[in-house]
């Protein structure tokens, strides 16, 4: 206590605290605004890969993802010390000509760099059935030589930096087939990346399959490379959240025991703080992306896979989803084009969702859990004109009858369509989502 103040008399130090007060009170500043619910979709959220620069997707593509594009590690670093940049280069002058972020995943091990020689696995060319083998070749899964990966790692940023945006530590380090080293040797890559890059670039930690060895999610984030936790040295956390096969998109991101929902809680316990990103998605995937072929489904519930699986990301604050793939089919039963590289029904699918969230805020996405419409999912939207519901129901045959919105003008199908819809009236709606435009 100030001792000036000490010495006043008692009806004075009153009078002086009233002061006080009333000083403080005016003085406050005023109370923030309430920050505004919901999100704004923007044009990275779009993320796609494709394998070949001559195909570029003919749909909206904010982002792509640099994987299984012929650009690995491996394919770059042929020879000690020699690196042959030229198709990442053509890649990256095609991405950035069309205007899409570009994040470049950075495994996997040249034979030449692997730390420990006698410990690497076969290549699954030289040994198809060992459910080990390393699917990029032998010792592409193997803990690298720390010295060679940090060089090749300041190579990549001094070459790229400004022109690509995020690069990946790894592809999925919790698949035998991509990663043989412990989730510490992966966390130390990690520290020694993020060291190597400085500025300019984002990291993203290795992606993980969410739904199969989450223990070794698990031991990733928990580990703590040079005695500090390794939340501390990568900016995006990276997941593929393939469900299980017969799964939809739903039970991607929403189900308890789905893939997003069970790394959250993995997250949480390490105090994982940081945002997510989808970095593989598609459906109908056996073992890995590996084994039995994925069962067919419809054309129309490709599409309807699509836009439910991008507004379902969106409302889960994912902000990078890459569909996987545009011009691989050789897993997964989402195809996003044809062999002569046009878009699928699917395909459009992207830019329908892209232009239906385009200016808009996506407030949420939510589903009856009970009753008539039970099953049935609305993700709301705010525009400068009113408001956006998309509307569909999960059961894969049953339709429900759904009462629209007072102020409702039209709606958009699956395909594009636009038709009058009557403020009031009801619609039966399927497994394929509805816009419907409503002034409030």
Known sequence: MDLARRHLPAAARGLAATVAVVLATVLLPAPAAPAATGVTVPRQFFGQHDSRPESWPRVTVGSVRLWDAGV?????????????WSRLDTLVRVARAKGA????????TPTFRVAQPSTQRPGCGEA????????????????PNTNA????????????????AALQVWNESNVPGFWSGTQAQMAELTYLAKRAVGSGMQIVSPSFVGRTNRSLISAYFAAKPHGQPVRNFFDKVGLSLYPAPTGTPETSTEDTFGPLKVVQRILKKYKVNKPIWNTEINYG?????TGAKPPTISADRQAAYVVRTYLLNADARIQRVFWYAWDLQSIGNTYLSTSSGSPTLAGKAVGLTASWV?????KSCSRATKGATKGLFVCTLTYRGGVKRIYWNTHPTK??????PKTATYGISLYGKKTKIKGGSKKYVDYRPLLVRSKK
């Open 285 to 289: 995937l056996a073992s890995g992306g």
């Open 358 to 362: 385009a200016k808009s805020r996506l």
């Open 101 to 108: 972020e570009i994040t470049l995943t950075l495994g996997q």
């Open 399 to 404: 339709r429900v009858k759904v009462t629209m």
């Open 72 to 84: 690995t590690w491996r394919d770059i670093e042929r020879t000690p010390g020699s690196y042959d």
């Open 149 to 164: 990966w940090i060089a090749y790692v300041k190579e990549v940023a001094a070459r790229y930096r400004g022109r690509i």
């Open 128 to 143: 198809p059935t060992n459910p080990y083998c390393a699917r990029y070749g032998a010792g592409a899964t193997s803990m």
